[in-house]
C-alpha cells in the first residue's frame, strides 16, 4: 500500500442565481389586474390595450383580492436564470393587504417561483410597496456598463429620519448584486412611490430607451401658451362626475397662488431625484422627457396628484397605458392628451388614455399602480456582468 499521490486539483467558485428585475424595455408576456366592485370600465379599457399589444390579460377576482386594488404594489415580477434553466420567479412585498394571498395561491407553480421577505420588528409603510420598487433598463454609466439596468428604489430625504423601505427588502436587493440599486427621494408625496415621478419607454435609437418624469413646471408652462392663445377659459375635468366639480380653468390655475407655491416645491423634489438620475443611470437631458403635472400637499405637508398623473403608465412595448388627464378641453381635445401624444408619438409610441379617475386616482394611485407586467428574460446572462 503506496499512498496515491494527487495529480489534479481544481476550484470553483460557485454562486446563487441571482433574482432579476424586468424594465419596461422587455416585452410583455402577461398583465394582471384585479376586478373589484368600481372598476369595471377602469377593466374594459386595459383589456382592449392588451389586446393591442399581443400579451394575455390575467384578472385578479374579488375572491382572492378581498377588494384590493394595488397590484403593483402586492408582487414584482422577475427571474432567476442558470445555464440549463431560467423561469420566472415573483418577490411578494410585506405589505400584504387584500392581495396577501394571490402570489401563493395564484402565481407560485412548478415553473413560476416565489419569495418574500417580512420584517420581525421594523414597521412596514407605504414605501414598503412595489410601486416603489423600479428598474431602469441597460445603461452604461462613465464607462462602467449595468446590461439588466438598475433597480430604483423610493426612500426619505438623505437627511431627514421620513418613511424608508425596510431593511430586509433593501438588504435582498442589494444582495443580488447585478442590478446595483439606486436609493431615490420620494418620501416628499403621501404615497411615497417612485413610480409617481418616473418611468421608462422604448425607443429606437442607441440609447434604447427615455426616461420620463412628471413635471410640474411643464404643466404651468403648457397652460401659460394656451391662456396666451386666448385659451384661459378652457375647462378641465369635463364629462367627469366626481364630486367636486367647481369648474376648474386654465386661467383658476394659474392665478392660484397657493398651488403655485407648493407645486415649485413639488418640482424642486422632483429635480433633486432628476440629478441623482442623470448621475447615476448616466443620462443628460435629451434622454429625460417630461410630462405635465400636477400636485396638491395634503394636511401632513406630502404631494398627490392633482389631476390623474400621466406618468403612472403601463408600458407594453410600444404601447402605452396612460391615466387620462382630464385636462383644459380646448377645440374639442384635451391640451394634456395633445401634449403628451406630441411628445411620445414621434418615437413611434402608441398612446391610449384610460380612465381611472374614480377607481384609482381618487383612492391616490393610477393606471401603474392597479396593474402589473411579467415580462420576457433579458437575452444577456448575468453571469457576464463584470462586477
Not at 499512498?3 to 441571482?18: G, L, Y
Not at 394571498?101 to 417561483?113: A, H, R
Not at 411643464?218 to 396666451?228: M, N, S
Not at 401603474?368 to 462586477?387: A, D, L, Q, Y
Given at each position: 500500500g ?17 433574482w ?74 410585506p ?20 419569495v ?192 390623474p398623473n400621466?406618468?403612472?403608465m ?43 379617475i374614480s ?8 393606471v ?20
Open positions: 503506496i499512498p496515491r499521490a494527487p495529480i489534479f486539483t481544481d476550484t470553483v467558485v460557485f454562486r446563487v442565481a441571482p432579476i428585475m424586468t424594465p419596461n424595455t422587455l416585452a410583455p408576456v402577461n398583465v394582471f389586474v384585479c376586478s373589484v366592485k368600481d372598476n369595471y370600465l377602469f377593466l374594459k379599457e386595459v383589456k382592449s390595450l392588451v389586446s393591442k399589444a399581443n400579451c394575455d390579460l390575467k384578472v385578479c377576482f374579488g375572491y382572492v383580492n378581498r377588494g384590493d386594488r394595488w397590484m403593483q404594489d402586492e408582487i414584482e415580477f422577475g427571474y432567476i436564470h442558470a445555464p440549463h434553466k431560467c423561469f420566472p420567479v415573483v418577490l411578494d412585498s405589505r400584504d393587504g387584500g392581495l396577501k394571498d394571490f402570489p401563493i395561491k395564484e402565481i407560485l407553480g412548478p415553473d413560476f417561483g416565489y418574500a421577505r417580512e420584517p420581525l420588528f421594523e414597521v412596514v409603510t407605504s414605501l414598503d410597496s412595489f410601486g416603489n420598487l423600479e428598474v431602469s433598463p441597460p445603461v452604461t454609466v462613465n464607462g462602467k456598463a449595468y446590461p439588466l439596468g438598475r433597480i430604483l428604489i423610493g426612500s426619505s430625504f438623505p437627511t431627514s429620519a421620513g418613511r424608508r423601505m425596510t431593511k430586509v427588502v433593501r438588504d435582498f436587493l442589494y444582495a443580488q448584486q447585478v442590478q446595483s440599486p439606486v436609493e431615490l427621494y420620494s418620501d416628499w408625496l403621501t404615497v411615497g412611490h417612485v413610480d409617481e415621478f418616473v418611468t421608462f419607454v422604448p425607443h429606437p435609437d442607441k440609447k434604447q430607451f427615455r426616461m420620463l418624469m412628471a413635471s410640474t413646471s411643464a404643466c404651468y408652462k403648457l397652460f401659460r401658451e394656451k391662456q396666451k392663445e386666448g385659451h384661459g377659459e378652457a375647462t378641465m375635468f369635463k364629462g367627469y362626475s366626481g364630486t367636486d366639480t367647481k369648474r376648474v380653468t386654465i386661467n383658476k390655475v394659474l392665478s392660484n397662488e397657493v398651488m403655485m407655491q407648493e407645486n415649485q416645491y413639488v418640482q424642486r423634489c422632483i429635480d433633486w431625484n432628476r440629478d441623482i438620475l442623470k448621475k447615476e443611470l448616466g443620462l443628460t437631458e435629451k434622454d429625460i422627457i417630461d410630462l405635465p403635472a400636477l400636485f396638491k400637499i395634503d394636511k401632513m405637508g406630502k404631494a398627490m396628484a392633482y389631476f400621466m406618468v403612472n403601463i408600458v407594453l412595448s410600444r404601447d402605452l397605458g396612460i391615466p387620462k388627464p382630464f385636462g383644459p378641453i380646448i377645440e374639442g381635445d384635451c391640451c394634456l392628451e395633445a401634449h403628451v401624444r406630441s411628445l411620445l408619438e414621434p418615437l413611434g409610441l402608441m398612446c391610449s388614455f384610460i380612465d381611472d377607481s384609482y386616482h381618487k383612492k391616490l394611485g393610477e401603474h399602480c392597479g396593474t402589473n407586467v411579467h415580462r420576457k428574460p433579458f437575452s444577456f446572462k448575468w453571469w457576464h456582468v463584470i462586477p
